[in-house]
């Protein structure tokens, strides 16, 4: 049921790019595959227009930057996108250690993207700000919002977003109207809510599913926790998942041909597993993604943000395929994919799925890969 491969990757889905990774990780002095590499953008991009947030969120794994109160500048932006147009880039999240939505342009930040540069954009946010105008002026430029909801109830909803509880009804409200938009125009884009599953939500999930049904969303999200190394946060830091096994069979009540819950079952099992059977190296950075901070630092893996070893230049002063295409970034990439040790790392960062295909393929772990 999982339709969109959220709890999977899709990385096998854009060969091209793939093939220019794993070339150069092969032929690391072969100068063909090595200007492939340099000049190709990363497939996947996060990005955050705003540093601020409105939630303070318990769980919050960027919580050590200081919800700094900085917006990217659009124009900068515009440039940015112009120097990513047909060199890779396949998409943009807008998310980030900040509430996006908080963006007074943020319209203008999606339009941009896809109308101007042929970029997919999605956002992960927690839609308190997603507004009528918003939604009228942008979501058809859109390919789907996954919202930040953890809890089912509004009591526990505000304990872990740590605001007031009439933001629960705010955000049911904001999303019926975007499902009625929508579904009113024909739009293809998919609207969902995920939820960290932790202790004091756990018994809220019947109750979260039927509001998902209620307001006509298309999906919810249910996945573990993972501690951020640099977080303030450590008190989920040693949750216990392998209670939580059974609850993937138990939400498949709710699934149907227009709805489904997402159980993150792999993912959990990687967590229960750490470091077992994991790859020893990473090669998704920084060559399959990027995080540019709403101060305009690029990145290389959001979660090294602040992180002078991960920072490749800034937006407001270079062209991103310039970042990109330096020579930092090429001596950066040798020393995550050789030299850095991945028990820094976060467990189930955003591309572990996309490392273990990578580790796959280029090591050759799977027996008899000829015979297809």
């Known amino acids: 049921m999982d339709k969109f491969k959220i709890d999977s990757h899709k990385y096998a889905y854009h060969p091209d790019h793939s093939a220019n990774v794993i070339n150069y990780i092969r032929n690391k002095d072969d100068k063909q595959y090595i200007e492939a590499?340099?000049?190709?953008?990363?497939?996947?991009?996060e990005l955050s227009p705003v540093g601020a947030c409105n939630h303070r969120c318990t769980f919050c794994a960027v919580d050590y930057i200081g919800y700094n109160s900085v917006f990217m500048d659009l124009e900068v932006y515009k440039k940015t996108i112009d120097s990513m147009k047909t060199k890779g880039c396949k998409s943009i999240m807008f998310a980030g250690e900040g509430e996006p939505l908080l963006h007074p342009e943020i319209s203008e930040f999606v339009n941009y993207t896809k109308i101007e540069g042929g970029i997919d954009t999605s956002f992960t946010t927690n839609a308190f700000k997603l507004s009528e105008n918003f939604v009228e002026k942008s979501l058809s430029n859109i390919a789907w919002v996954k919202v930040s909801f953890n809890a089912g109830t509004s009591k526990a909803?505000?304990?872990?977003?740590?605001?007031?509880?009439?933001?629960?009804?705010?955000?049911?409200?904001?999303?019926?109207?975007?499902?009625?938009?929508?579904?009113?125009?024909?739009?293809?884009?998919?609207?969902?809510?995920?939820?960290?599953?932790?202790?004091?939500?756990?018994?809220?999930?019947h109750d979260l599913c039927n509001l998902a049904i209620d307001i006509g969303l298309d999906y919810v999200v249910i996945k573990p926790y993972s501690q951020h190394k640099f977080s303030n946060t450590t008190k989920y830091k040693n949750i216990d998942y392998t209670q939580y096994l059974g609850l993937e069979e138990e939400l498949k009540q709710y699934n149907s041909k227009n709805f489904n819950v997402?159980?993150?079952?792999?993912?959990?099992?990687?967590?229960?597993?750490?470091?077992?059977?994991?790859?020893?190296?990473?090669?998704?950075?920084?060559?399959?993604?990027?995080?540019?901070?709403?101060?305009?630092?690029?990145?290389?893996?959001?979660?090294?943000?602040?992180?002078?070893?991960?920072?490749?230049?800034?937006?407001?002063?270079?062209?991103?395929?310039?970042?990109?295409?330096?020579?930092?970034?090429?001596?950066?990439?040798?020393?995550?994919?050789?030299?850095?040790?991945?028990?820094?790392?976060?467990?189930?960062?955003?591309?572990?799925?996309?490392?273990?295909?990578?580790?796959?393929?280029?090591?050759?772990?799977?027996?008899?890969?000829?015979?297809v």
């Open 37 to 45: 590499f340099k000049n190709q953008h990363p497939l996947y991009m």
């Open 262 to 371: 997402v159980f993150r079952i792999n993912t959990i099992n990687n967590w229960i597993s750490q470091n077992n059977e994991r790859y020893c190296h990473c090669m998704a950075t920084p060559s399959v993604w990027s995080y540019i901070m709403a101060d305009g630092e690029v990145y290389s893996c959001s979660a090294y943000l602040l992180d002078d070893r991960f920072k490749l230049g800034n937006i407001n002063e270079a062209t991103f395929h310039d970042i990109w295409s330096s020579e930092r970034r090429m001596k950066h990439a040798h020393y995550v994919m050789n030299e850095l040790d991945i028990n820094e790392c976060r467990v189930n960062c955003r591309m572990d799925q996309v490392n273990r295909y990578l580790d796959n393929v280029v090591n050759e772990k799977i027996d008899h890969i000829n015979f």
């Open 157 to 205: 909803y505000s304990e872990i977003h740590r605001t007031k509880e009439k933001d629960f009804d705010v955000v049911c409200n904001n999303l019926r109207y975007a499902v009625e938009y929508k579904n009113k125009h024909g739009l293809k884009v998919a609207l969902g809510m995920q939820m960290l599953l932790l202790p004091e939500n756990q018994e809220t999930l």
